[in-house]
Structures are given as C-alpha cells and as structure tokens.
T-cell receptor, first 111, second 114 residues
C-alpha cells in the first residue's frame, strides 16, 4: 500500500478561497515533500519539510507537519484558477532510500 | 534552468515490441528514477540509479530493465511490451544522496501498447 495518502481525493473551490489538502503516512520519515502536476505534465516540486520542522511557508503555500500523528497539510491561500492541478505528497522514509508518492488530490479552482 | 528531457511525449507500440524510453538530465545529478503513473494508483517506482552503471529495483520492476551508461542518461527498457504496460512514464533526477532531496521531473512519456 502507498506510504502517503492524500485527502480529499478531489476538491473544488471558488477563486479567492483557501484550499487545504491533507497527507497521512505510515512509517517514520526524514522529510515530506509536496508536488504539483498540471494535467498531462510532469510533477513540479513545491516545498520540502523536514521531520524536525513543524511549519513552512513559501509564497501562498503553507505546509504543516505533525510527526506524532504522521500527517501533513498543504494550505494554498487566496487560490487562483491557475492553481488547478493535482497535488501529491511524497515521503522519504528513514529506512528507505527513495520517495514514495501518494495518489494525489485533484484541486479545481473555479473562476 | 534545470532540465530533465524525456525523448518521446507519446508512443504507440504493439504487444511484444521492445520499447526504449530515454531520459537525459543536464544538472549533473547522481540520482535518477523511473516512475509510472496510473489513475487510482499514483506514482510507483520502477527502477532507480545512484551512479553510472548502478541500478536498484523499485516497487514494480517486473517487465522492465534499465541502463545507465552515462551520468546524464537513464533509459527504461520494456523487453516485450504488454497491454498492461500502457501508462504514463515519468523520469526524475535529484542531487542529494539517498534520493531524498527535491526531484526534478521530465514532462512524461505516455505509452500506449496495442
């Protein structure tokens, strides 16, 4: 089974609203990363948060990490139609040597 | 600008054909990866490589092989394509050791096997 699981699977909001996506994982991690994928394209790295960090910001993105609950959330503030994409979390497990991706959240921002 | 280039965006092949998917990166990264992406299954790691001529199996290596003769190039080979290998294939590279850093992805190769 996947190490990371995103929730919800799909999210539809209006432009200007905030979007929150969650990721849960099963085993201890070195870091957790979020990626974005526009339809039919490759993934683009958004942000990396290490296991000893609790919160990180990048522009309109805010990521939190709760290692006790083995979960992370990605908040996109003041969303735009151009934010429409799939968002994936990826975990770097401490016992492994590569990233494991979840199934993604499909975000639709309606203009 | 960093760049990972996959040789073909779209391919259509017949069952039993040998298929080569090429990936080239220009960032002098040690680590390179091949994933496949399918609806409902997310991204699954096929093979990865931490150095030239070195390869490691990922989660779903069956039916695939890889080649890394040069640092910048990582090839995925389907020895005898089957219809269940119809998928989007994504190549990625990274600089950090143990593959834990940021991954840079190519645009993907969508393979259809008839």
């Amino acid at each position: 089974s996947q190490q990371g699981e995103e929730d919800p699977q799909a999210l539809s909001i209006q432009e200007g609203e905030n979007a929150t996506m969650n990721c849960s994982y099963k085993t201890s991690i070195n870091n957790l990363q979020w990626y974005r994928q526009n339809s039919g394209r490759g993934l683009v790295h958004l942000i990396l948060i290490r296991s000893n960090e609790r919160e990180k910001h990048s522009g309109r993105l805010r990521v939190t990490l709760d290692t006790s609950k083995k979960s992370s959330s990605l908040l996109i503030t003041a969303s735009r139609a151009a934010d429409t994409a799939s968002y994936f979390c990826a975990t770097d497990v401490t016992s492994g040597s590569r990233l494991t991706f979840g199934e993604g959240t499909q975000l639709t921002v309606n203009p | 600008d960093v760049k990972v280039t996959q040789s073909s965006r779209y391919l259509v092949k017949r069952t039993g054909e040998k298929v080569f998917l090429e990936c080239v990166q220009d960032m002098d990264h040690e680590n390179m990866f091949w994933y496949r992406q399918d609806p409902g299954l997310g991204l699954r790691l096929i093979y990865f490589s931490y150095d030239v001529k070195m390869k490691e199996k990922g989660d779903i290596p069956e039916g695939y092989s890889v080649s890394r003769e040069k640092k910048e190039r990582f090839s995925l080979i389907l020895e005898s394509a089957s219809t269940n290998q119809t998928s989007m294939y994504l190549c990625a590279s990274s600089f950090s050791t143990l593959g834990t850093g940021e991954l840079f992805f190519g645009e993907g190769s969508r393979l259809t096997v008839l």
